[in-house]
């Protein structure tokens, strides 16, 4: 029977841990042990971070939403009941779309609350 040596995957799987930490700080990005609780940890908050940008895309939507509405004289709250009370669909990202680049059409909107 032959021999079986298992150092290219042992060397395969570390190297690719470096690969993932390169540029990180210290030892980081050259000690495995380190390495690799570095790269777990990267993933956990890069998952986090996934979540956490919708949400501040939604604050933000928000705050654009409310700034054109007060310039057409109501607020971001009564415009959102209106359009949900007229049964008007259009979500907070084509909101923020019309009241920048189309504000003709967001207007017309608004009318169609009122």
């Known amino acids: 029977m032959t021999?079986?040596?298992r150092g290219l995957m042992h060397n395969k799987r570390r190297a690719?841990?470096?690969?993932?930490?390169?540029g990180f700080r210290w030892g980081r990005k050259s000690k495995i042990k380190v390495a690799k609780v570095a790269k777990m940890k990267a993933g956990q908050y890069a998952f986090a971070f996934r979540r956490t940008k919708k949400r501040l895309a939604r604050g933000n939507w928000n705050i654009s939403i409310n700034?054109?509405?007060r310039q057409a004289g109501t607020t971001y709250s009564k415009l959102m009941g209106a359009?949900?009370?007229k049964n008007i669909k259009l979500n907070r990202k084509v909101l923020v779309e019309l009241a920048k680049d189309y504000k003709k059409i967001f207007d017309e909107v608004l009318k169609a609350v009122k």
């Open 83 to 85: 359009l949900n009370k």
């Open 16 to 22: 690719n841990i470096l690969k993932h930490t390169k």
């Open 67 to 69: 700034a054109a509405a």
């Open 3 to 5: 021999r079986i040596k």
